[in-house]
């Protein structure tokens, strides 16, 4: 099998792949084949800007760290981080949407008491966050666990600024107590835009994008018998919710804050001060095997 044209080399490189050990691998592998040939055939790339997609790439990995992921990044501002969610998430009536998990998430973060205060002396607008985790059947579930993480309010994560895990702020991990509830203190987090200053920011210009994510909260939530919950709560006004870079918005995760005055709340938790009130009950979905 030699001499391919432009009409024979799809089917020659398919044809290689019949002794491949795993169905999946071959189903997966022939898909790509076929579908980056048809790209290629579409849009006729001349050798010059083949090898711009190659550098892109390129460049892609190498700026890729411990605190950033540049191929997460990608996924997320095409939509394909959303396309596999939906395609993994078909939920059932009732539980609460789901949406990217982002490229900021840390891995075992501090566990923290219940009302405690995550912003880490971080200045801004104080916030006051509460609500439930229920099962699918509407019961509240004690000892859920919830890792959650935002902005600060110039609209950076903690890992941007260099700070390294000893110094980690606006994260944590909380359980919910034997009624379901959870509650957290934090300030109010911004918008912002996401790292543009690489091969992901150089796209979204050519594209005529801008880099922008509106203000929001992010929760990862599980417990024994549920669907883990990767999810955010966005704040009501934001300019961004309409062109959010990564497609992530929901109308079912936009609350408004709202002004919460000293004394008990709407969840029956005690605000020492005046702040902004973020509040949102959470139904998880039945595991799956």
């Known amino acids: 099998m030699r ?3 432009e009409e024979t080399i799809t089917g020659a490189v398919l044809a290689r792949l019949v002794d491949a050990p795993s169905p999946r691998a071959r189903a997966v592998s022939e898909a790509l084949i076929r579908h980056l040939h048809a790209f290629v055939r579409e849009v006729r790339p001349t050798q010059a800007e ?14 890729c760290s411990d605190t950033r992921q540049e191929f997460i990044l990608l996924s997320d501002t095409l939509g394909v981080s959303m396309l596999v969610d ?36 971080k200045p801004g607008e104080k916030l ?3 609500g439930t985790v ?17 902005s600060d309010t110039e609209g950076f994560y903690d890992v941007q600024l260099g700070e390294g895990l000893p110094a980690l702020n606006m994260r944590a991990r909380f359980r919910t107590d034997a009624e379901g509830r959870f509650w957290f203190r934090s300030v109010v987090p911004s918008c912002y835009p996401v790292p ?17 994510r509106p203000a929001h909260v992010h929760f990862m939530i599980g417990a024994p018998g549920c669907e883990t919950l990767v999810t955010h709560v966005f704040l009501d006004g934001d300019p961004y919710l309409d062109s959010d870079v990564v497609f992530g918005v929901k109308d079912s995760l936009v609350r408004a804050l709202s002004r919460q005055e000293p004394g008990t709340t709407p969840g029956g938790n005690t605000a020492d001060q005046a702040c902004a009130l973020l509040r949102y009950d959470f139904v998880l979905a039945p595991g799956r095997a």
Not at 197 to 212: C, E, I
Request: proline share 10%; glycine share 16%; with cysteine.
């Open 134 to 150: 229920r099962g699918p059947d509407g019961t509240p579930i004690a000892g859920a666990w919830i890792d959650t993480w935002h």
């Open 86 to 121: 939906a395609i993994n998430h078909p939920l059932p009536d009732g539980a609460t949407e789901t949406t990217v998990l982002g490229p900021f998430y840390v891995e075992g973060p501090p566990e923290l008491a219940l009302g405690e205060d995550i912003a880490g002396g």
């Open 128 to 130: 006051l966050v509460e």
């Open 3 to 5: 001499n391919f044209s």
């Open 196 to 212: 543009h200053d690489g091969p992901v920011g150089d796209m979204l210009k050519a594209q005529g994008r801008h880099p922008y």
């Open 50 to 63: 083949w090898a711009d997609g190659i550098a892109f790439l390129t460049c892609a990995g190498q700026m």
